[in-house]
């Protein structure tokens, strides 16, 4: 039914007796298979199948549809049937895991704050991190625009006068991770994300690549966003 309408209006068409399954009326969501026939209001209706992809994010390209000043995008590389879009933005210097897709419903569960799906990004950093400034990205920095996103910053190595570090964050907004180092002075040199929630970015495909979730990554994912939904 998501795929005909949106959950609110699915629900009320359910309500109001106005969806049938294979002839028979429905009270609540079912699992509508192929080969299943759903009416609405007496019209035979086709359930929209669903996408799921990732791309290794290049840098250089931007996230967007269009780039009104001809910069090539993630749409660029990406050559599917059916219209996908990415769950969320990637910066242009930023590379790694975003995904697409033409689920609005399962993007917006990802994506609203209130469910806190963790991003989780490797980054190398110039000088080196104390303990001190690692807390105060746990409990957020305030820039001119306001606090930044609380993060959950490890350290993986020190090398050279740089540092390699992971950072997890819920939300963010535009170039949040690259502001608030800077801030502390330890500029991003690279910035990859390299897992969106329960889906980890696939070390086999290279930068600019791209392949469709497999059956199990797909059914992970909406397992963990209706858990998410269903608990708070």
């Known amino acids: 039914m998501c795929g005909v309408a949106s959950r609110r209006k699915a629900e009320e068409l359910i309500r109001s007796g106005l969806v049938k399954v294979n002839g028979e009326r429905i009270k609540d969501y079912i699992k509508v298979e192929d080969g299943d026939v759903v009416e609405v209001n007496g019209k ?28 090539k995008t ?9 219209s996908v879009f990415a769950v969320g933005r990637l910066d242009r210097d930023t590379e790694g895991l975003l995904l697409l897709t033409n689920d609005g419903e399962l993007s917006q569960l990802l ?6 799906v963790k ?25 001119p625009y ?29 170039r949040e991770i ?17 897992s969106f929630g329960p889906i980890d970015l696939d070390t086999q495909i290279g930068p600019g690549e791209y392949r469709e979730l497999t059956k199990e990554e797909v059914e ?13």
């Open 119 to 143: 991003r989780t990004y490797e980054a190398l950093v110039e000088g080196t991190i104390n303990r001190k400034k690692l807390e105060m990205l746990k409990v957020g920095i305030d820039l």
């Open 220 to 232: 992970t994912l909406k397992k963990f966003v209706n858990k998410r939904n269903e608990t708070l």
């Open 44 to 71: 035979i209706v086709k359930p929209q199948s669903y996408v799921y992809y990732m791309l290794n994010k290049p840098v250089g390209c931007i996230t967007t549809r269009k780039d009104p000043q001809g910069r």
């Open 178 to 194: 690259r502001r608030a180092f800077k801030y502390l002075g330890h500029p991003i040199i690279l910035l990859k994300r390299v």
């Open 111 to 116: 994506l609203h704050p209130r469910y806190e």
């Open 74 to 82: 993630v749409f660029d590389l990406v050559h599917v049937k059916k």
């Open 146 to 174: 306001g606090y930044t996103a609380k993060m959950n910053v490890k350290i993986l190595g020190k090398e050279d006068g740089l540092t390699r570090v992971k950072i997890m964050i819920h939300e963010g907004r535009k």
